[in-house]
């Protein structure tokens, strides 16, 4: 039978799969350190919020619509619209 790759060994393709991973948990642990870094610095504050979005959102279910609907015309997830729900309940209760 004829071998499929002959010039790649299972040792040697087994070895560079081994780097590779390597090399990626250890870019993946850079990234989380230099997250941490900036966080304690209070250089990362994460992605802002969408605030006009949020707006339509609370309007949107203010008028009766489901959550779905309410995404659907937003042209957002139902995520969102549940984020955006969730954020305005937490700002009302600190006031």
Known sequence: MKERFPHYG????R???TVARKDYDDRRRRQSEGTEKAKDK????G???NEALHQRIRELREKGFSIRKTAEL???????VQRA???A???KSLQ
Do not use: D, F, Q
Not at 74 to 80: E, I, M, R
């Open 10 to 13: 299972w040792t040697e393709t």
């Open 15 to 17: 070895g560079k799969v």
């Open 42 to 45: 209070g250089a990362y504050r």
């Open 47 to 49: 992605r802002p919020v």
């Open 74 to 80: 937003a042209g957002c997830g139902v995520s969102t």
């Open 85 to 87: 729900l969730m954020n």
């Open 89 to 91: 309940t937490e700002h």
